[in-house]
Nanobody, 121 residues
């Protein structure tokens, strides 16, 4: 099993910054992608950013140039640096890890419990 524990959410004013962290523990394969998603009430959970263990990244258009995803493979931890925050960034942010045990094998997805980010003056 894999456990994901997020931290770093909170209340910030528009234009401010926050850094989210997500530490993974348990049975973790080297064939994995970690990422962040966000969800507001009544809406689906949307991609924010992902990063492979080879540090290839992918971002939602709405956060490009403002958010930066990074990871520390030695610590199995992924980070999301969020700058120039806007009220529309307000959401619960979820950490995700998708991994395979072997190349071409089935993938398994794990989620953290979520951390609230509120952007408001």
């Amino acid at each position: 099993q894999v456990q994901l524990v997020e931290s770093g959410g909170g209340l910030v004013q528009p234009g401010g910054s926050l850094r989210l962290s997500c530490a993974a523990s348990g049975s973790i394969s080297s064939l994995n992608v970690m990422g962040w998603y966000r969800q507001t009430p009544g809406k689906q959970r949307d991609l924010v950013a992902t990063i492979t263990n080879g540090v290839s990244t992918n971002y939602a258009e709405s956060v490009k140039g403002r958010f930066t995803i990074s990871r520390d493979n030695a610590k199995n931890t992924v980070y999301l640096e969020m700058n120039s925050l806007k009220p529309e960034d307000t959401a619960v942010y979820y950490c995700n890890l998708v991994q395979r045990r072997i190349r071409g094998g089935p993938s398994y997805s794990y989620w953290g419990q979520g951390t609230q980010v509120t952007v408001s003056s």
